[in-house]
């Protein structure tokens, strides 16, 4: 292995970076050869199956599984005992086992496990566990959570709130004094399951030396998973070995799955191969969703639109168990502060335990919430002043150079570009001024990290290597993985390009731990910043170590010598080919690979102070401005989106044709959000919309056609100019079709999502009134 850091100046006129070359891992797909979670299997393999609480809130008195462990072909029966008995969850939130060890706190809360040689066997089994319990009082909504002395679903966690923030900027009574204009609103936001096509999967076994080998269809593999599942197993980390296979989807429901330690706990008391899958009822019902919030968001400005003062309360619905939601709510609340040129800022956010199923990480990571929420507002307050809302989110946008009221530095940063390309692609001036009761426009904009320096006190960053074998291919590993959203494309096309090689001569691997390095995995739309970064600086040392060979082949400065398309020359007419020059490098060394590392520290970036969360968290920040056009059927109350647009600031693309693709589906994904997604309970705190039937996804007839468009912008720190844009796609969606309701109906609904029957309500309201005054 070789580690050199040294600064050579890649081809780029080779032009790998920038075009829209097909994804690297399609043929696999689309041949069916890809190994997807639900495909891994291993000889001896047993099916695992989960016992889960069939109450929202009791006491285990007793739990006998004998019976269970005598039907023939049941090989284990796992409890809370089996495991190391550590309390686990995000960061300083341990609050539950991966087993319930004397409580259970929603309906699906995992009690036992059983393994066995089939399906079927395995879920008799579960009908044979006899679990006694003892029912408790349960709190289903924030209110029943809130109230004085409502029932605890922690005994050690008064009032139910699972974490709180208090904090503020400037003189906010001072600055709304000032105000011409305030408004007030309480806003809602409903839970929602990422949907992903694939349900979790995972299959775990245990080598002769006690090591735990994995294989999972996790977007996080070196992450806070392999962690918890050490903890779980009370292993040493180094003893835990997770293998990413192809995920159907992610979309953060599988940063954090009990899915992998449950399975490992199974495998180990087997002492075989063990491979689970939830179904989807299990799935959607006990995996966690989109955190609910309710907002109440008072803003006031001045008669040019300046927004002068803003004071917030959130509460939010942890669910039973602190998964990834603290940071969620912190993200909902201060990340559009972020936005706009906000100085006096009052911010209480509260998260509340509920008897239902935990909540946590979803694409967009809370900010989908908080943008909704204000971007909202900007529209009202620019209705109260006559203004374009266009205008007044130009008036108040930040730009490059600017400290935000978190200290958020802003580097590059072309809003005010977004807004008015998205302005000109949509026709926004024209169409503004129809004036048709049930059609509207909106808009709404977005701000959204590139890293979050606070997820992980230890570090922050990516490592690559990339090893040439003997045919001049370079094979790339990326701790980071690939969860469907292109990531071992761009990977490929940086090396490519940094290393002077085609596409078809670069690999990228899946994630193995055992080799990959430590890594946080897909979240937080680090991966092209932080991955790519990674990835850039191991194939810089790569082309270098190249160069090096090559040069002691011919002889010669090796400042003269170039690689261009897998050739290596000096100017002179000497050329080799890259094979030829990595082959004289592994004979050089004895029969070893030239292999280098990479790796990316985010510059200039601190973890956000625990109580004033102020701090420069990521080191680039992405921004995009998006349009909706909608028609509402006054008879039904049915929301058409006509047209959407979405122009974004993701710097210099690496691969146009999958920046689109990202814009594509989370504009999807967040007109799901926006108009179909909630939870429905019944009064025993069972799910009832737990299958696709029941719980609303937009179907193809219901996605319009998107237009989307790119900033020019080019990022200092990103690879090659870029930034990321998995996330900030979804963020603004709903709130622009808010916006477009409210236009379309001259009332604002509050309270996602948008269903018909609202709708209905609101056009019922609107036309009565109209009649009302036309009679006067």
């Not at 979670?37 to 109450?55: C, I, N, Q, T, W």
């Not at 089996?82 to 009690?111: M, N, P, W």
């Amino acid at each position: 292995m070789t580690k050199i850091h040294a600064a050579i100046v890649a081809d780029t006129d080779q032009g790998v970076v920038g075009q829209s070359v097909p994804m690297v891992d399609a043929c696999e797909k689309v041949t069916g050869k890809a190994i997807y979670g639900a495909d891994v299997e291993m000889p001896g393999m047993l099916y695992g199956r989960v016992l889960r609480s069939p109450h929202p809130h009791a006491k285990i008195l007793s739990i006998d599984a004998a019976e269970a462990q005598r039907l023939p072909g049941v090989r284990a029966v796992v409890t809370w005992a089996d495991t190391s008995g550590e309390l686990i969850g995000f960061s300083q939130y341990s609050d539950h086992y991966i087993f319930a060890k004397d409580e259970v706190r929603f309906v699906g809360d995992e009690v036992a496990a059983v393994a066995a040689v089939d399906e079927d066997t395995a879920h008799r089994a579960l009908k044979l566990i006899k679990v006694e319990y003892e029912v408790l009082p349960a709190v289903y909504t924030l209110d029943e959570a809130m109230a004085p002395g409502a029932p605890l679903v922690h005994d050690v966690t008064p009032e139910n709130i699972a974490h709180q923030i208090t904090y503020s900027r400037g003189d906010v009574d001072a600055a709304f004094a000032k105000c011409d204009v305030i408004l007030e609103e309480t806003f809602e936001t409903s839970p929602a399951h990422p949907a992903y096509i694939e349900p979790q999967a995972c299959l775990a076994a245990f080598d002769a030396y006690g090591n735990a080998d994995i294989y999972a269809n996790t977007q996080s593999p070196g992450g806070s998973i392999r962690e918890k599942t050490a903890q779980v197993l009370g292993l040493p980390l180094g003893k835990v070995r997770i293998h990413q296979t192809f995920l159907g989807g992610g979309f953060g429901g599988k940063v954090w799955q009990h899915i992998i330690p449950a399975t490992a706990v199974l495998a180990r008391k087997a002492g075989r191969p063990v491979k689970m899958m939830y179904s989807r009822r299990e799935d959607l019902a006990c995996t966690p969703s989109r955190v609910p919030m309710r907002m109440k968001l008072k803003m006031g400005a001045d008669r040019t639109g300046r927004i002068l003062a803003k004071e917030t309360l959130v509460l939010a619905d942890n669910g039973a168990y602190c998964i990834n939601s603290p940071i969620v709510i912190d993200t909902a609340a201060t990340r559009i502060e972020n936005l706009y040129r906000f100085e006096n800022i009052r911010t209480t956010a509260k998260l509340i335990y509920t008897n239902k199923v935990s909540t946590g990480t979803f694409r967009g990571f809370g900010n989908p919430q908080g943008t909704f929420m204000v971007e909202s507002m900007m529209d009202m307050l620019a209705k109260e002043l006559a203004m374009d809302p266009a205008q007044i989110r130009i008036v108040n946008a930040v730009h490059p150079g600017y400290v935000t009221a978190h200290g958020w530095k802003i580097n590059s940063c072309e809003l005010e570009q977004c807004i008015h390309e998205v302005k000109r692609i949509s026709g926004w001036e024209e169409k503004r001024k129809a004036n048709r009761f049930g059609y509207g426009i909106g808009m709404s904009c977005v701000i959204h990290v590139n890293g979050n320096r606070s997820c992980f006190p230890a570090f922050d960053g990516s490592t690559a290597y990339i090893s040439m074998n003997e045919s001049g291919e370079a094979m790339v590993m990326c701790a980071e993985g690939d969860l469907g959203q292109g990531a071992s494309t761009v990977f490929a096309q940086i090396a490519a390009q940094e290393i002077g090689l085609p596409m078809e001569s670069v690999r990228v691997l899946r994630v193995d731990t055992e080799y990959a390095g430590f890594a946080f995995g897909a979240f937080a739309s680090r991966i092209t910043v932080n991955g790519g970064n990674a990835v850039r600086h191991a194939a810089a040392a790569v082309r270098r170590a190249l160069l090096e060979t090559a040069a002691g082949m011919r002889g010669g400065d090796v400042d003269t010598f170039t690689i261009h398309q897998g050739i290596v020359t000096d100017g002179t007419g000497w050329s080799a080919t890259v094979a030829e020059v990595s082959l004289q490098y592994i004979y050089a060394h004895a029969g070893t690979n030239l292999r280098c590392d990479g790796f990316f520290i985010p510059p200039d970036v601190v973890i956000a102070d625990k109580v004033t969360k102020y701090g420069n968290i990521s080191c680039a920040y992405s921004f995009a401005a998006h349009v909706a056009e909608v028609e509402v059927d006054k008879d039904t109350g049915k929301v058409e989106v006509l047209n959407y647009y979405a122009v974004h600031d993701a710097g210099k693309l690496i691969n146009p044709m999958l920046a689109e693709g990202q814009i594509e589906g989370g504009v999807a994904q967040g007109i799901g959000f926006a108009l179909y997604e909630n939870y429905c309970y019944g009064t025993d705190g069972h799910m009832l919309n737990n299958s696709f039937l029941d719980y609303k996804l937009p179907t193809f007839k219901d996605v319009p056609k998107i237009t989307t468009g790119f900033a020019q912008g080019c990022d200092p720190v990103g690879p090659m100019g870029a930034k990321g844009l998995g996330e900030p796609t979804i963020v603004p969606v709903a709130s622009a079709i808010g916006n477009a309701l409210a236009d379309a109906l001259g009332e604002r609904i509050t309270q996602m999502p948008f269903t018909a029957e609202k709708v209905k309500g609101v056009v019922r309201r609107v036309m009565a009134q109209a009649a009302k005054e036309g009679q006067a």
